[in-house]
Nanobody, 123 residues
Framework: QLQACGGGLVQAGGSLRFSCAAS????????IGWFRQAPGKEREFVSA??????IYADTVKGRFNISRDNDKNTVYLQMNNLKPEDTAVYYC????????????????????WGQGTQVTVSS
């Protein structure tokens, strides 16, 4: 129900843009989050968007930008000034969130997951 696109190989300092297309009814109600997992490391939060409110991990704040187009049922993650430590498999995920709860940074809050897409940043 979630399809992520946009990974690839890029040099440090470069940019990539992810898209996450969802086939979810009432898409605008869902919080959409991005997570990543590097080899040998735990899955970590990257960013999330609930309606117009956005949150970021400190490691990506100021470099990544998350946005959504509810008409297209799609969320985007623009990643700029990429660093080798951004190398990971990236996942988008959806959390049904009709109430006032803020967007979650916890991966186990999210019910639906897209397939992972690899990002490799060379130094």
């Amino acid at each position: 129900q979630l399809q992520a696109c946009g990974g690839g190989l890029v040099q440090a300092g470069g940019s990539l843009r992810f898209s996450c297309a969802a086939s979810l009814h009432s898409f605008s109600i869902y919080t959409i989050g991005w997570f990543r997992q590097a080899p040998g490391k735990e899955r970590e939060f990257v960013s999330a968007i609930k309606r117009g409110s956005t949150i970021y991990a400190d490691t990506v704040k100021g470099r990544f930008n998350i946005s959504r187009d509810n008409d297209k049922n799609t969320v985007y993650l623009q990643m700029n000034n990429l660093k080798p430590e951004d190398t990971a498999v990236y996942y988008c995920a959806a959390d049904w969130a009709p109430g006032p709860r803020m967007a979650s940074r916890r991966w186990n809050t999210y019910n639906y997951w897209g397939q992972g897409t690899q990002v490799t940043v060379s130094s």
